[in-house]
Structures are given as C-alpha cells and as structure tokens.
C-alpha cells in the first residue's frame, strides 16, 4: 500500500471522512498505530511527559526527540509521520527553524514537522520551513509548550479576545503554507465558527465532532499512566494496570518458584554434563 501523502489527507476533508492521528514515540507504539490503520502519527513533545517523565514538555531536546522519531520511523511505513519540534529549536530564528526541521528529515524521515506555537513568530517559522521544502503542521489553541504563558492546560478561546487571537493565528498559519493544522483545547462552538474558514485539514484534540480529524496521545487513550488526564480524553484501556499485573505476576511465581517451569528449560545430553565435570 502506497504510504499516505498531503493529498489523500485533503481528498479526506474534502470528501467529509475523518483523519485520525495518534501519538507514538517508540517501535512498538509505532507497530499498534500501524496496525490500527491509522493516517498520521505524531511523535509529539508530549513524549517528554508520556515516556521521559518530565513534569511538562519544555525539557526535551532535540537529540532526544530525533531518538523517539527514528524508533517511531521503523515502525511506521503507511501513515503519515509527523514530529513536534522541541521547545527551543526554533524559536531563534528562521534559519534556526530550517536547520531543526532538516534534521528531522534526514535524520529521522519525518514526513512533516510541527510547530507548537500559533504567534505570529511561528507563522514566520512555518513560511521558512515551507520555503526550505520540508511540510509544516501547524497547532493553535492550547500549545503545550507554552502553557505557562496561557495560564496553565487549560481550554482557550474562551472569551471573544482569545477566540480572535486564535481563528486569527490559525488562518495565518493556513496563509504561511501549513498543510495541516492542530487546534486544541477550544469550545465545540469555536470550532464550528471556525471551520468554514479553513482550506486545509483540521485536526482536533479538545475541539468537537466539527474538525476534519482527531488526535489523542497514545498513553492517554491506553490508560498508560497515573492520574485520568484532560476532559477530552477519552479511555479505550487500562493498559498501565495490566502491565504491573503482569509484572506482579512474575514477580509472585518467581519467589513462589512456580517459575520458570519445565517449559523453559534448555536440555543438555548426560554425556556431556559427564564430561563438563571431569
Ligand atoms: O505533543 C503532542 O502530543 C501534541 C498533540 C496532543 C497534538 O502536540
Ligand atoms: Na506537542
């Protein structure tokens, strides 16, 4: 099957059938995308939470995403495969943008990069990338990366400001070349305002029924951490549970000494245990 490309993504806007994108940072959670069919993976910064255990997302590098992204890569051969730049890799300068984005493409085969900001720095940045040929995804609304600055993970566009500040960083990143765009955390009424709007796909985490698609962190939707995570998540398994069962388990029979059993043993012929102990 011929790997997903920007123009099946608008073929699916255009025809009304949803985009999904999930996360994934490593080969397995590359394989349960893959073999769940779906039509983007995004090796997000989210990974700085979800399998480095940082407190938020500023603190991972990009040496350490190009890590994630490559483990990702050899997982995934039909969905699209995108990778968040890192929180300062591309906020001093255009040039600066271009040169993390090439990394992420020759050495990790990232289909596009996405930028986590919707100001209008990133809207340069995303142009830049463009220009330099390498696909860029754009995120408005609740950006991660500078939740500090937005008072926390909490939803914007809330008031009439905030919904203008960002239909407003939205449209510029759709007029600087983004072939895709993140909008996070909104009313389900904002959306619906704003996808009339829209040319290129839209893909919500957070943000109604009304986009093109969806996204959800992989750990999220599995249940592979402590705590229930935001309002929009919703839960498909308890997959954190039933790995420390499965552990505890082992741990259980292996001090019981129910394990291991016959079944796992190597044979070695009597003759030449003879003749190890002469
Ligand atoms: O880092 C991430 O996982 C993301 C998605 C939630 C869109 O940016
Ligand atoms: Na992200």
């Known amino acids: 099957r011929k790997p997903i490309a920007i123009p099946d993504l608008f073929e699916l806007k255009r025809a009304g059938r949803k985009i999904v994108m999930v996360t994934a940072y490593d080969y397995p959670s590359a394989l ?28 991972v590098t990009v040496e ?25 890799s591309y906020e001093v300068s255009d040039e600066q943008a271009i040169a993390t984005a090439v990394r992420f493409v020759k050495e990790a085969r990232v289909d596009a990069v996405k930028l986590e900001r919707g100001d209008p720095d990133s809207v340069s940045r995303a142009r830049a990338i463009v220009a330099a040929g390498v696909p860029v995804v754009g995120h408005v609304g609740l950006t991660p990366q500078s939740a500090t600055a ?36 909104v009313p389900n009424a904002l959306t619906a305002e704003i996808m009339p709007l829209t040319t290129v796909p839209i893909i919500g985490i957070g943000a109604g029924p009304a986009t093109d698609g969806q996204v959800l962190v992989f750990h999220d939707l599995l249940g592979i951490r402590e ?4 309002k929009f998540v919703r839960r498909y398994a308890d997959l954190l549970d039933a790995m420390a069962d499965g552990v505890a388990a082992y741990a259980r029979e292996t001090r019981a000494v129910s394990f291991p059993a016959p079944e796992h043993a190597y044979g070695i012929d009597e003759a030449e245990l003879v003749r190890f102990r002469e």
């Open 32 to 59: 349960a995308a893959e073999a769940a069919d779906v039509d983007m993976v995004l090796v997000g910064d989210s990974g700085a939470m979800t399998v480095l255990g940082h407190p938020s997302t500023v603190e």
């Open 64 to 88: 350490e995403m190009l890590v994630l992204t490559r483990a990702t890569r050899r997982g995934v051969n039909h969905a699209m495969l995108v990778a968040d730049l890192p929180f300062g």
């Open 150 to 185: 937005l008072g926390g993970y909490r939803a914007q566009g809330r008031s009439a400001e905030s919904a203008v500040r960002i239909t407003d960083g939205l449209l510029a990143l759709q007029d600087a070349g983004c072939f895709c765009i993140v909008l996070e955390a």
């Open 227 to 230: 705590g229930k995570g935001a």
